[in-house]
């Protein structure tokens, strides 16, 4: 393995910013879904000769980081790595248009259980269907039907029924 | 106006505005790839401790007398109850000529067992092992009791030269060590008043089960598969059917079932 070929810089350039924001929904802290988009681009690299020929190569990179926030030992050090970086960098590479609703909609966000938000997020962020969010998630487009609307029921009670849900295909 | 859920997430995943680090993504994948070639390399490390031990071990476990269970032994095998049979060993020890099999699925199930039948369902379609003690005049056109014939020598020819079945020529098989003949049949000209036995479908009653009273009938749109095998001190006829359309499939699997029967008289 040499220098970065172009296609797969081209990637993360591409994928890079969606994938931080999908993670800081999931993890609730821009830093460490910083970090943890990294190291998911990391192992994208590892395996590109796979991953390239994929049709959906984004929905891997998704699936890596996903599993990578979902694993304990791996946050602790994303939270340890963001906390170092954060201490060391002066200026900051994030910002909250809206500050009281990120804090607020990650808060609700943080009172789901990880499946039920990762189905959220998939869903109605990332804008994938259910099945390639079951595909992603490993599991039938019935239970993701259902986690997302135990999901929505959570969001409602922690954020107040006030929101319209809109979606391409139905849950 | 209510806002939308995607406008609340946009807001809660901010607005990140770096560019992606690709020196610092390309020092992670050197480590991800070193530290995948050590795990490769231990995988093979293993791999060959072991290989080296097991042919350190080999004499030993050539030796080693064979277990109950390596075999279909009828003495390691569960007694047949109804109920669904998980894949194992099954011996039908009530039967009067007992006998062993063998199922690798769950999708068998027990639903008669007594001493001349023994009767096996899978998906809706049976396999029954009988004994019979009589068969019902070909030329009759009812199946009362006072049609009832004894058994005839050969079974397998009288099935054959059946007037209201279409057989086919008996082919020789052997089951679980006995040697027999198999026929198929199909009805084609079933009695003119369907007897109870065939719930109202038009059929051919064929023979009784020994004990039981219980009468074999096949029915239109069926095919039917006999096997009569000849053991010490009685006749035991197979039989299993299913729907023209399904017949073959469940033929199958009942060839592979009964391959894997073992008579304990043979």
Known sequence: MGSVPLEFEGFCHESYVPLIRTLTLYCGDPEVARDLAQEALARTYASWRRVRQMAYPRLWLNRVAINLANSRFRRLKAERRALEVERTRSGRFHVDPDPATAVAVRRALATLSPRQRAAVILRFFDDLSVEQTAELMNCGPGTVKKLTKRALDGLRDQLGSGFRVEVSDGT | ?266
């Open chain 2, 1 to 266: 106006m209510a806002p939308n859920l995607r406008e609340l997430l946009e807001a809660g995943a901010g607005d990140p505005h770096d560019l992606p680090d690709i020196e610092a993504i390309w020092n992670r994948t050197r480590r991800i790839v070193w530290r995948r070639r050590v795990a490769a390399t231990l995988v093979v490390a293993a791999v060959v401790v072991a290989a080296a031990l097991s042919f350190r071990a080999l004499p030993t476990l050539v030796d080693r007398e064979p277990r109950p269970a390596d075999d279909l032994n009828p003495r390691s095998a569960d007694t047949l109850r109804q109920g669904q049979l998980e894949p194992g060993a099954y011996v039908a020890d009530a039967f009067e000529h007992p006998f062993s099999f063998r199922t690798s699925t769950d999708s068998w199930s027990a639903s008669v067992l007594e001493p001349t039948w023994v009767g096996l369902i899978r998906r809706a379609n049976y396999l029954h092992v009988q004994v019979w003690d009589g068969v019902f005049d070909p030329k009759s056109r009812t199946a009362r009791p006072a049609d009832l014939e004894p058994l005839p020598t050969d079974l397998i020819g009288w099935l054959e030269d059946h007037p209201r079945l279409d057989a086919t020529d008996p082919v020789p098989v052997q089951i679980g060590g006995v040697s027999g003949f198999r026929i198929d049949a199909r009805v084609t000209e079933p009695l003119p008043t369907s007897p109870p036995e065939c719930g109202g479908l038009p059929c051919v009653v064929l023979g009784r089960v020994a004990g039981e009273g219980e009468l074999v009938d096949v029915e239109v749109g069926q095919i039917a598969c006999f096997v009569v095998l000849d053991v010490p001190g009685g006749r035991i006829l197979i039989n299993y059917r299913a729907p023209v359309e399904r017949f073959e499939r469940f033929s199958t699997s009942a060839e592979r079932l009964l391959a894997t029967f073992e008579f304990e008289a043979s």
